[in-house]
């Protein structure tokens, strides 16, 4: 099980921080809509707090996983791919990477307006990106963290749903190769 990708297969790191990142996203949304919703109590601040952390997380996770790939070649896409086809994944990858340090940096920013407290999971004291209370920008940051939240949501339902259509209806290695780091014909 190499750790770096090859021509034929991702490597375990770039697989590792697929799927753990993957989890903790879908986590954090459900969190994220569920806590919105909560009466003030001392559980409310409870979830805020640990939204706000494994956000915190996904963010340094979703940075090392960007210096991670910039360092490695990427396996070749499955042979016959259409141009056209080619371009869009590579477009809706980059999109997700763009969404995935965005989303939690204006979550963070919505925090610091709104002066709120910030921690790592109590233990890492964060500094507030504003300076302190922002009236001005508090609602527009709340704005652009929920709407940056479902373009995610529309551009992993491309993403899965591309990832699906390649393993049931091409028939082809590309969801494989991202499980079990293979593909049929070896190597990986
Ligand atoms: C990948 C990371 C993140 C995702 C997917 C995410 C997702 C969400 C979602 C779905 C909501 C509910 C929006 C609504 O319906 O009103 C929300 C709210 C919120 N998020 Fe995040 N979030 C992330 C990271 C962060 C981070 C890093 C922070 C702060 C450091 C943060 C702070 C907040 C706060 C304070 C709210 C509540 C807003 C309110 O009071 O209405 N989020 N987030």
Known sequence: MPLRS???GWGALVRAFHWAIALLIVL????GLTMVQLGVTPEKVRVFALHKSI???ILAL????IAWRL???RPADPAG???WQRRAAHLAQLALYVLMVAIPLSGWWFNSAANA??????MLQVPSLTGGYDPLWKPRALLVHQSLFWLLVAVLSVHVGAALWHHFKQRDDVLRRMLS???RGGGG
């Open 71 to 73: 360092s490695e070649r």
């Open 55 to 57: 956000g915190l997380g």
């Open 6 to 8: 090859t021509d034929t």
């Open 28 to 31: 954090q949304a459900v969190l």
């Open 62 to 65: 979703v940075l090392l996983r």
């Open 81 to 83: 791919t259409p141009r």
């Open 181 to 183: 780091g293979k593909s």
């Open 117 to 122: 407290p910030l921690t790592w999971f109590g």
